[in-house]
């Protein structure tokens, strides 16, 4: 089986990070001076790049090159050549441990760390433990990891990552340096994916691209899925495809589907739904994603200036094209139009008959 583009293109060096930016600067100069820190904390959703930067601070700390060349040293990035950088790379580094908190909630773990820490690397500079879904670990763990996070060995340094940061114990967090790592904005998504399929000689269309990036939701490692799967199913792939797999309408129909309910047109707004019904598109996401766009176009008629907020989730003809649907959007007749959807909306989540409910919301006189 072919490796998956998630763990192909797992970013090799700081550079290859998307979004991030400022903790990007903020780790690449700290390695720079030589200056990185014992402890970090790496939080944020899911997919966003927190295991990816846990092992590139790994290779920073235990680059051959960087230790030897202070000129190399000054690019605040690993080699990727020297041994080190490559038993990172392929799993196989004995002085970076990787501990899943989520299994068994680390008890075990966290008592072999105390243990270990004391013990001179074997192989590098640095022992690097990497905690993942540090949430998990249960009250003596997060003990037995506080007193080594208070007097941590010299060579030793912790990573502790985890999509919930509200579960870990203040005592910890005010230990470690901490790095929010928020949803990738979809501009930097698709970035990616067009890197990905330039790369792998990819027959993908951009509005395809656009679709997978948006149902992706900022997490890079599910666009990068999504990208898999469907790419594995033609030679080419085009829009009609990429929602059929996905089951989610492209961004297009819900422009189409916002201007035709603001300007009033309900028979052929649901004539437009039985399209989609036939499509075996998912109505209940796409009623969801209509009140997210008639809100933005609302937000946008009523404040102009308010786009450039909206630049990292739409594209430029995206946005250019919800500029218009503003001009339809005066509050007299989206407020009432909203206020329909979104009780539609709760009420098709449960129903047998998703459609009703959005029919009648859209066939509903507004006063
Ligand atoms: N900021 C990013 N830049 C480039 N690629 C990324 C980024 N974030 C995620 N990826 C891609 O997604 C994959 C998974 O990322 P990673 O394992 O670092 O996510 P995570 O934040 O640790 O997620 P989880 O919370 O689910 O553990 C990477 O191998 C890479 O291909
Ligand atoms: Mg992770
Ligand atoms: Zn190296």
Redesign the pocket.
């Known amino acids: 089986m072919a490796l998956a583009?998630?763990?192909k293109?797992?970013?090799k060096d700081l550079a290859?990070?998307?979004?991030?930016e400022t903790n990007v600067e903020v780790l690449r100069n700290a390695a720079r001076l030589g200056r990185l820190g014992q402890s970090y904390l790496?939080y944020?959703?899911?997919?966003?790049?927190?295991?990816?930067?846990a092992r590139l601070l790994a290779k920073l700390l235990n680059c051959e090159k960087r230790a030897k060349d202070p000129e190399f040293r000054k690019l605040g990035e690993p080699c990727n050549e020297c041994d080190a950088c490559r038993d990172i790379d392929s799993g196989s580094a004995l002085d970076v441990i990787e501990i899943d908190a989520a299994s068994n909630r680390g008890i075990d773990e966290i008592r072999n760390l105390k243990e270990n820490v004391r013990q001179a690397p074997v192989r590098h500079a640095n022992k690097v433990y990497i905690i993942?879904?540090a949430h998990m670990l249960t009250g003596p763990a997060f003990n037995a990891l506080l007193k080594t996070l208070e007097e941590p060995p010299a060579h030793a340094v912790f990573v502790l990552?985890t999509?919930e940061f509200e579960k870990l114990p203040p005592t910890i967090t005010s230990r470690t340096q901490r790095f929010l790592?928020k949803k990738?904005p979809k501009t930097?998504i698709l970035e990616?994916l067009e890197r990905i399929t330039k790369a792998e000689k990819m027959d993908v269309s951009p509005d395809a691209l656009e679709l997978i990036a948006s149902a992706s939701e900022g997490?890079?490692?599910d666009a990068?899925s999504l990208l898999d799967q469907i790419a594995g199913m033609a030679k080419k792939i085009d829009l009609d495809m990429a929602e059929r797999v996905i089951g989610r309408a492209s961004l297009s129909r819900v422009e189409k589907m916002s201007s035709l309910a603001l300007s009033g047109a309900s028979k052929e707004a649901v004539a437009y739904i039985a399209e989609l019904k036939n499509e075996g598109l998912n109505l209940v996401q796409f009623t969801r994603d209509l009140i997210h766009y008639i809100e933005k176009a609302l937000t946008l008629s009523l404040n102009p200036d308010l786009e450039k907020n909206l630049s990292e989730e739409f594209t430029v003809e995206e946005l250019g094209r919800m500029k218009k649907t503003a001009k339809l959007a005066s509050p007299a007749a989206t407020v009432p139009l909203l206020r329909s959807l979104i009780r539609a909306y709760g009420e098709m989540r449960y129903s047998p008959f998703a459609s009703i409910p959005l029919e009648l919301a859209l066939l509903e006189p507004k006063p």
């Open positions: 583009l998630y763990r293109y797992r970013p290859s990070l998307v979004g991030h790496f944020g959703p899911r997919g966003t790049g927190k295991t990816t930067t993942d879904e990552a999509t790592f990738l930097a990616k997490s890079l490692r990068e």
